[in-house]
C-alpha cells in the first residue's frame, strides 16, 4: 500500500514503505592461486583473472618445454611451466575466478650462502687467472678493419675496435684460427708478428687474426664434453653462419650433465652478449675487406675472481629511468642538469612501468 493512501492518526509518526523486491549482492567466488612461471606478464604479483582468454593476454600460453631458441638473448623455454597448464584447466571450467603469481628468478638468502643452484645469476667454475688460455672465465672478441695501429686503438671510428662478442666457459680452452695479421704503421700491439704479404696459418689468443675468404672467423674450441672442434661464423644475422646460430646460447647445457639434458647435449662455453648491431652502425657488416679480430680474457681490474665470469647472487632489479627535469629558463652558461627540478621518473615494477 502506498503511503500516500495512509491517514496519519498520531503526529511524529511516520511510516516507510519496506521493498523486498531487493536481492543483495553475494560473495564473490573464491578461487585458487596459482604460483608459478609464465611467459609474460607482472611479476611477484598477485593478480585476479577471470577467463583463459584474459589470462593468455597478460601471462602468455601455456609452454611444455623443450622451446630451444636462443637462451642467452630470449625466453627461456626449455623446462614446462607448470603454473601456465594449471591456469589454463581451472579458467576452461569456468566456476570461479584465478589469481596468479608470477615468479621470477630471485635471489634467496639460501642461495647466496649455499653458492648452489637457488643462487642467481651464473659463475663459470674456473677463471682466467692461471692461464687465460686454458682455464676457462669470460672471453671478449673484439673486432676491426684492416688498417693501422692509430685506427685499431681508436675505437669512436668504423675502423677502430669493436667489442662483437663475449663467450663464457667453465674450462677448456678458446681462441681463434686464421691468417695473423700484422698492422701496417708500427709493431702490432698483440702478439701477430708474421708478415702482411706472406701471413702464417696461427691459432691463440691475444693474436689478431683475419676472416677467410668467406669472411669467416674460424673459433677453436677444447673441452671435456666436446673434445677439440672448430667453429666458423660471422656476425651477419641473415646468415646461416651467424654466430647465435652456430655458437651453443644455452648456459644450462654447462651443468650437470645427465641431470636436465643427455650427456650428449653437454656444452663446454656458451655465448652471451653479441653486437652485430654496433658492428653494422660501424658498418663492419658485410665489408668487402674482410675483418680482423682478437680474443683476449676479460676480469674486473684488479683481481680475477670478479668479473663477467661471477655474476652468482646477483638479485634482480626494477628497470629505472633517469629523471625527467625542469625546463631551465636561466642563461647556457649556468646550466648545471644535477640542479635541476626534478618531475618524475619511470620506475618498472614487476616487468611493468610505473611513473614515481
Known amino acids: 500500500m502506498s503511503v500516500k493512501n495512509f491517514k496519519f492518526v498520531s503526529p511524529g509518526v511516520f511510516i516507510n514503505e519496506i521493498d523486498n523486491s ?39 600460453d601455456t609452454v611444455p618445454g623443450n622451446g630451444g631458441g636462443d637462451i642467452s638473448r630470449g625466453e627461456n623455454l626449455q623446462s614446462p611451466m607448470y603454473g601456465t597448464y594449471a591456469a589454463k584447466a581451472f579458467l576452461r571450467a569456468n566456476v570461479a ?32 687467472g692461471t692461464d687465460a688460455e686454458t682455464v676457462g672465465g669470460a672471453y671478449g672478441l673484439w673486432v676491426m678493419k684492416s688498417g693501422t695501429v692509430a685506427d685499431f686503438s681508436n675505437g669512436g671510428t668504423d675502423t677502430g675496435a669493436h667489442l662483437a ?104 662455453l656458451w655465448l652471451g652478449e653479441t653486437f652485430e648491431n654496433s658492428l653494422r652502425s660501424g658498418s663492419l657488416i658485410g665489408t668487402s675487406n674482410g675483418l680482423q679480430g682478437v680474443i683476449l680474457g676479460i676480469a674486473l681490474s684488479g683481481t680475477v675472481a670478479t668479473g663477467p665470469h661471477n655474476m652468482l647472487g646477483q638479485a634482480s632489479a626494477e628497470a629505472k629511468a633517469g629523471w625527467f627535469i625542469g625546463q631551465d629558463l636561466g642563461s647556457p652558461g649556468d646550466y648545471i642538469p644535477q640542479t635541476q627540478q626534478k618531475l618524475f621518473r619511470l620506475i618498472g615494477r614487476g616487468s611493468r612501468l610505473m611513473v614515481k
Not at 611467459?39 to 577471470?50: C, D, I, S, W, Y
Not at 691463440?204 to 661464423?233: H, M, P, Y
Not at 660471422?234 to 651467424?242: A, H, R, V, Y
Open 22 to 60: 531487493f536481492i543483495p549482492k553475494t560473495a564473490d567466488v573464491i578461487g585458487p592461486v596459482v604460483i608459478g612461471r609464465s611467459r609474460k606478464g607482472l611479476a611477484m604479483q598477485p593478480v585476479k583473472v577471470e577467463s583463459y582468454s584474459e589470462f593468455v593476454t597478460m601471462f602468455g
Open 165 to 268: 662478442a663475449v663467450f663464457y666457459m667453465d674450462s677448456g680452452s678458446i681462441s681463434l684460427r686464421g691468417k695473423a695479421r700484422s698492422i701496417s704503421g708500427g709493431s702490432a700491439p698483440f702478439n701477430s708478428t708474421a708478415s702482411t704479404n706472406a701471413p702464417a696459418t696461427i691459432e691463440g689468443q691475444g693474436i689478431i687474426i683475419g676472416t677467410d675468404s668467406s669472411d669467416l672467423f674460424t673459433l677453436v674450441v677444447t673441452g671435456a664434453n666436446k673434445g677439440a672442434r672448430l667453429i666458423e661464423f660471422n656476425f651477419d644475422d641473415s646468415s646461416d653462419k651467424f654466430i647465435r646460430k652456430a655458437v651453443n646460447t644455452n648456459p644450462q647445457l654447462l651443468g650437470t650433465a645427465g641431470t636436465f639434458y643427455a650427456n650428449a647435449s653437454a656444452e663446454d
Open 97 to 128: 575466478p584465478l589469481t596468479y603469481i608470477r615468479l621470477l628468478g630471485q635471489e634467496t638468502a639460501a642461495g647466496a650462502s649455499a653458492a648452489g643452484d637457488a643462487s642467481a645469476g651464473w659463475k663459470t667454475t674456473q677463471n682466467i
